[in-house]
């Protein structure tokens, strides 16, 4: 009986979609906006390849192999660049995750509320710190007090193969060990964020428990934290790799650029990072040169999009809170 | 004994009142050992903390610890000073970072110095000659044409993140966090690589803002996305059961409630782009001059000025790359801070609320 009035004219359609022109409109838009994020890495992903393309087929992998870099023969190799990124990003990486977990640490789990705000603002400050500043510093303020600690490393563990030099007349200003440092103040903060954000979501009812049957810190910490936290640091980690490999100027007046590759002398005045060789042989060169300078940026690209996507994926599946 | 008793029952307490002295002697007793050896050794001050200020108060911490808790307070202890003692080694550096830069700025800086421009200024001239202003005036002019371009874009980015139902939006979060670690220089070789290809588009300012165009916008994005998650899904939910259509909903409901948090996203992107220095090297023609126009002919901005001056080796030309420094930190400075007490209001605001 009161199906018919159940069955009564539906006088509004009723949707999932927007249905009003107004309404498409403003999903259009911002669906474009979104769908224009994949169009720029496309866009930067075409252009470098269509200008780098000839130099890149001309030298295949020795491209990023070889070590020769020759305009004169139109040799382009970027070999001592790429591995002297990496020897600064993973040398940098040693030095700042220790302390931006323990900074971190110390703001969650130590501090009272009030210096633990500022704290995190100081942080936060320091990763607004533009690069070229943090480059000025490092040649003139730290990069000489940090040539004295290389010299003391030197001269007490020299033994060891990754502290030697083949002679300490060039001095031990401009080596990779200072641009680690240097890369090492820059990516602090964007661990210490990550890292900071994982422990503060952490569930305080577990440490407390874990306090409560009679933990101490430490066990606390390599019982309950560590393992919990562990993956989102690693995320956090790499987003700061990802930023290391990508440094330039910074990085560009700290280090003595060098096609003689150094593989794992830290102390030594000579080294690579593809960003500041871009940077510093952009100046005066050819059109050609210009070209394999792009195949540089180009392979530098697709090195940090590939770490920063994967960062970014572990970082967001540490934090589920996060999704909507 | 009746005062270490009342405390061993309060395991509450993190330490004991007997045991407060001997904490703070451990903290003091290595300074003056820090001092006496680095003047007597001749050891570098900064080398002196690291292998005897660090090793002294680690090995006193874990005595203490011992003394009061058993063998494990020693590694409370060790993990409390390992922990002070790397962060407080970082604010160190921070400190040292802002103090070089506003003690050498201050050297450089008078009113001249922030309004007169580069021209006829040679690397010895006088710091009494000569200044930034144009520089200035080059870093206003490309960052505000990069914020015309990335602000629109990114909150639309952040909308579409937030009120859409759309299933890629977990890959679009991605993808704008990954480009938000471009690295600088590649954004400026993209923009490079237009300018090789298309005759008609020159190395000017609006090349140098569209260079900043894909650093900018990623943060935007990111912190409108955090902005407009704020705002509780009831009030859209209930103007949309009003009958608002969405659009609506957006500029009347949610854009008002999240404003603070929106300008809060501006302010951070403008502090992100306005010191990045190699994408404007590689799209801009240095100038001395003051030039008023952003698409035709070199502009000078702050941090090609700085790496301009960078490498001198005249301590004149080295003041005028800190002065610039110091006006950059003082932009940022107020970028940040800005951004800061927004947000700070904001969170008052919803605790009042509660």
Known sequence: MSSKQASAEVKRKLAAGPLSLADRFFFGTTTAAAYF?????????????????????????????????????????????????????????????????????????????????????????????????????????????????????????????????????????????????????????????VTREIFSQLDRDLVNGALALGGSRLSVFRRVIFPTSAGGVVGGVLLGLGRAIGETVAIFYVLNLSLDINWSNLLEPRGGAIASWILAKFGESSPEEKQALMAAGLVLFVVTLIINFLASFIVNRSQPWRKN | ??????????????????????????????????????????????????????????????????????????????????????????????????????????????????????????????????GVGHA????????????????????????????????????????????????????GLFILSVIAIDPLFQRSGLAGSLALFPLMLPTIARVAEEALKLVPVDLRYAALALGAPNYRVFFQVILPAAKSGLITALLLGLARVVGETAPLILTLNANNGTNWNPFEGGLATLPTYIYGYLGSNYTNSQSRAWGAALILLILVGILFGLARILSRSKSLKSKAKK
């Open chain 1, 37 to 193: 994020a994949f169009v720029l890495v496309i866009l930067i992903l075409a252009f470098l390849l269509v200008q780098s393309f000839p130099i890149i087929q001309r030298q295949g992998f020795d491209f990023v192999l070889g070590n020769i870099w020759n305009p004169d023969q139109g040799i382009y190799q970027l070999g001592p660049m790429l591995w002297g990124s990496l020897l600064i990003a993973i040398f940098g990486i040693v030095i700042a995750t220790p302390m931006a977990v323990a900074l971190a640490y110390l703001i969650v789990f130590l501090l009272p509320k009030r210096p633990a705000t500022i704290a995190t603002t100081l942080v936060d400050l320091l990763a607004a710190l533009p690069s070229v500043v943090i480059g000025l510093w490092g040649l003139f303020t730290f990069g000489p007090t940090a040539a004295g600690w290389a010299e003391t490393l030197n001269k007490y563990l020299g033994f060891i193969p990754l502290f030697s030099v083949q002679s300490s007349e060039n001095g031990f200003f401009r080596s990779p060990f200072i641009a680690s440092w240097i890369v090492a103040v820059m990516i602090i903060p964007i661990i210490t964020s």
């Open chain 2, 136 to 187: 200035i005036l080059g870093t206003l002019l490309v960052v505000a044409i990069t914020t015309l371009l990335a602000l629109p874009l990114g909150i639309a980015i952040a909308i579409y993140l937030t009120q859409s139902q759309s299933k890629v939006r977990g890959l679009v979060r991605t993808l704008t966090q990954a480009i938000s670690g471009l690295p600088s220089v590649v954004a």
């Open chain 2, 1 to 130: 004994m009746s005062e270490s008793l009342q405390d061993s029952i309060k395991p509450w307490l993190r330490a004991s009142k007997s045991l407060r002295p001997m904490i703070l002697l451990v903290s003091i007793i290595p300074l003056p050992a820090v001092m006496i050896s680095a003047y007597l050794l001749k050891i570098d001050p900064t080398m002196s903390f690291l292998t005897i200020f660090f090793p002294i108060q680690a090995l006193g911490a874990a005595i203490i610890g011992y003394r009061a808790y058993g063998k494990r307070g020693i590694g409370d202890a060790l993990l409390v000073v390992i922990v002070t003692f790397l962060s407080i080694f970082v604010m160190v550096m921070l400190l040292s970072v802002l103090w070089s830069v506003i003690f050498q700025g201050f050297q450089a800086m008078s009113f001249t110095f922030l309004s007169q421009n580069n021209v006829y200024v040679s690397t010895t001239t006088s710091l009494e000659y000569g």
